[in-house]
């Protein structure tokens, strides 16, 4: 019933052991796996309008959108009939979920989903409702809680936390709307907050483009100073920069004799990652974005920064994907919902580390081209001690970043990073706006110490072919003669 494991916090079993007793429930433990699961997920879609107060709204969304086809024939004693099943409902959750409320959770984290199908895999009535109602339920639909208990962190001498629980708060939208509606995100993203800090969340993480749509997060700073808030591109950063330096070592490539390019480097994560390399003191570094004055004025600004640090390097501002053709290495770090990059601005050999959300090279271009590594950015490999328990059972998403934390014990570095700091009691704001460099360092050491660890080479959900590694690796050795 409860996917990873049975939570002891969940409301869900609670549910099932006390009601057991009341007609009502005595046919659910007659119903099938499946049948319960959908139970499951539809008690933790309630929560959110039950804590925001807005019931009746959520009454109204399901009554005329979700069912409205099924309902459309029907006289309005059966819809009042089933208006006040739903009524119903949330006067059983009740109980239960103010019980949340005396468990407080350490930390909340707030992601999207990247693609329309990752969606609609989740929310597959959806795929039954006419494109106009879908879009209604889309507009008018709530955060969907999940719950998260991580135990059995190994803790350093010194530090007496080993478990951390949270809340997954999952805004039922994708990106390409939210970044076309800023009406839409500036209302679904503040009530995803609300919520966690209904639920007791004293740090909130920001996942996929959260953080982008918030000015760095300090938007919502502002809204709700009484959190902290932290968008994991600091650990995300730092953990870039690590990759590069494994695939350097396994293609054996010198940095000091290469180029390498940064595309959104007038970014948060970019501009990082900028700062880092340049400490390796490449050849070349390739400052690349969009043609914008905003992107010019930070690219500028940026260039003096690392000529200060490192003076050797050269460094070109560009705003043109054929300048990639010069590089070796290739760093990937952009807001864009679609695939930007094409095999052909690609030269042999060369390495991309795509940390995009979703991915800004198409996986087209890794069976098109055997002569290129493209690399998952930002993924981290959580302690092995460590056991996982989720309330809800989720489905495989591609680009949402908890979703392979229960499956393989790796996450991306905007849910490591809230982990990590809910484990050192983090209660400020850390890393918002341009992540600093430093921070970068600082939070790299504090996961370390508690077992986290780069995850193995991967694209795509799957490891990269030793062949490939190979291949790139007998053309860099020619290059570099």
Same mark, same amino acid.
């Given at each position: 019933?409860?996917?990873?494991?049975?939570?002891?916090?969940?409301?869900?079993?609670?549910?099932?052991?006390?009601?057991?007793?009341?007609?009502?429930?005595?046919?659910?433990?007659?119903?099938?796996?499946?049948?319960?699961?959908?139970?499951?997920?539809?008690?933790?879609?309630?929560?959110?309008?039950?804590?925001?107060?807005?019931?009746?709204?959520?009454?109204?969304?399901?009554?005329?959108?979700?069912?409205?086809?099924?309902?459309?024939?029907?006289?309005?004693?059966?819809?009042?009939?089933?208006?006040?099943?739903?009524?119903?409902?949330?006067?059983?959750?009740?109980?239960?979920?103010?019980?949340?409320?005396?468990?407080?959770?350490?930390?909340?984290?707030?992601?999207?989903?990247?693609?329309?199908?990752?969606?609609?895999?989740?929310?597959?009535?959806?795929?039954?409702?006419?494109?106009?109602?879908?879009?209604?339920?889309?507009?008018?639909?709530?955060?969907?809680?999940?719950?998260?208990?991580?135990?059995?962190?190994?803790?350093?001498?010194?530090?007496?936390?080993?478990?951390?629980?949270?809340?997954?708060?999952?805004?039922?939208?994708?990106?390409?709307?939210?970044?076309?509606?800023?009406?839409?995100?500036?209302?679904?993203?503040?009530?995803?907050?609300?919520?966690?800090?209904?639920?007791?969340?004293?740090?909130?993480?920001?996942?996929?483009?959260?953080?982008?749509?918030?000015?760095?997060?300090?938007?919502?700073?502002?809204?709700?100073?009484?959190?902290?808030?932290?968008?994991?591109?600091?650990?995300?950063?730092?953990?870039?920069?690590?990759?590069?330096?494994?695939?350097?070592?396994? $293609?054996?490539? /010198?940095?000091? @004799?290469?180029?390498?390019?940064? *595309?959104?480097?007038? %970014?948060? !994560?970019?501009?990082?990652?900028?700062?880092?390399?340049?400490?390796?003191?490449?050849?070349?570094?390739?400052?690349?974005?969009?043609?914008?004055?905003?992107?010019?004025?930070?690219?500028?600004?940026?260039?003096?920064?690392?000529?200060?640090?490192?003076?050797?390097?050269?460094?070109?501002?560009?705003?043109?994907?054929?300048?990639?053709?010069?590089?070796?290495?290739?760093?990937?770090?952009?807001?864009?919902?679609?695939?930007?990059?094409?095999?052909?601005?690609?030269?042999?050999?060369?390495?991309?580390?795509?940390?995009?959300?979703?991915?800004? $090279?198409?996986? /087209?271009?890794? @069976?098109?081209?055997?002569?290129? *590594?493209?690399?998952? %950015?930002? !993924?981290?490999?959580?302690?092995?001690?460590?056991?996982?328990?989720?309330?809800?059972?989720?489905?495989?998403?591609?680009?949402?970043?908890?979703?392979?934390?229960?499956?393989?014990?790796?996450?991306?570095?905007?849910?490591?990073?809230?982990?990590?700091?809910?484990?050192?009691?983090?209660?400020?704001?850390?890393?918002?706006?341009?992540?600093?460099?430093?921070?970068?360092?600082?939070?790299?050491?504090?996961?370390?110490?508690?077992?986290?660890?780069?995850?193995?080479?991967?694209?795509?959900?799957?490891?990269?072919?030793?062949?490939?590694?190979?291949?790139?690796?007998?053309?860099? @050795?020619?290059?570099?003669?």
């Amino acid at each position: 019933l409860m996917g990873s494991g049975d939570s002891i916090y969940s409301i869900v079993s609670v549910i099932f052991k006390i009601q057991s007793q009341k007609k009502l429930f005595q046919k659910l433990f007659f119903l099938s796996l499946k049948e319960k699961r959908a139970i499951v997920d539809e008690i933790y879609e309630m929560i959110a309008p039950f804590l925001l107060d807005e019931e009746d709204d959520y009454i109204e969304l399901v009554t005329e959108v979700k069912y409205r086809k099924e309902l459309k024939n029907t006289n309005n004693k059966v819809k009042t009939f089933f208006r006040r099943i739903l009524k119903e409902k949330f006067a059983i959750i009740a109980p239960f979920v103010n019980r949340f409320l005396t468990q407080r959770g350490d930390f909340g984290y707030i992601v999207h989903y990247g693609y329309e199908e990752d969606l609609y895999r989740e929310f597959n009535f959806l795929h039954k409702l006419p494109s106009s109602y879908a879009a209604s339920w889309r507009k008018g639909s709530y955060p969907v809680v999940n719950e998260i208990i991580v135990k059995n962190f190994p803790a350093p001498r010194g530090m007496k936390k080993k478990h951390v629980k949270g809340w997954i708060i999952f805004i039922t939208n994708y990106t390409k709307e939210l970044l076309l509606d800023s009406r839409l995100r500036k209302r679904k993203i503040p009530q995803a907050v609300l919520l966690a800090q209904k639920l007791g969340a004293k740090l909130i993480g920001m996942g996929g483009l959260v953080a982008s749509f918030a000015q760095g997060g300090y938007e919502l700073s502002r809204m709700f100073p009484k959190v902290g808030f932290t968008t994991g591109h600091a650990y995300t950063i730092g953990n870039i920069i690590e990759i590069a330096k494994n695939i350097s070592n396994h $293609i054996e490539l /010198n940095i000091k @004799k290469s180029t390498v390019a940064v *595309v959104g480097a007038a %970014g948060s !994560i970019g501009s990082g990652c900028a700062k880092l390399l340049a400490e390796s003191h490449p050849k070349r570094i390739i400052l690349l974005d969009l043609s914008t004055f905003n992107a010019q004025t930070k690219l500028n600004e940026l260039t003096d920064y690392i000529k200060k640090i490192s003076g050797d390097v050269e460094v070109t501002v560009s705003f043109s994907f054929s300048d990639l053709k010069k590089a070796d290495l290739i760093i990937v770090a952009t807001n864009s919902p679609t695939s930007i990059i094409e095999a052909k601005y690609l030269k042999r050999g060369a390495v991309i580390i795509d940390d995009s959300f979703p991915k800004n $090279i198409s996986e /087209n271009a890794l @069976k098109k081209r055997k002569d290129i *590594v493209i690399l998952e %950015g930002g !993924i981290m490999k959580l302690p092995l001690s460590i056991d996982i328990f989720w309330a809800r059972n989720m489905p495989d998403l591609m680009d949402v970043p908890v979703t392979r934390v229960a499956s393989c014990k790796e996450t991306y570095g905007c849910l490591a990073e809230a982990l990590v700091l809910s484990l050192y009691q983090q209660r400020k704001n850390y890393g918002l706006g341009y992540a600093d460099a430093n921070l970068a360092k600082d939070i790299l050491t504090k996961a370390k110490r508690i077992g986290f660890s780069l995850a193995p080479l991967q694209c795509f959900d799957e490891a990269v072919e030793e062949e490939r590694i190979k291949r790139v690796r007998q053309i860099v @050795k020619r290059r570099q003669k």
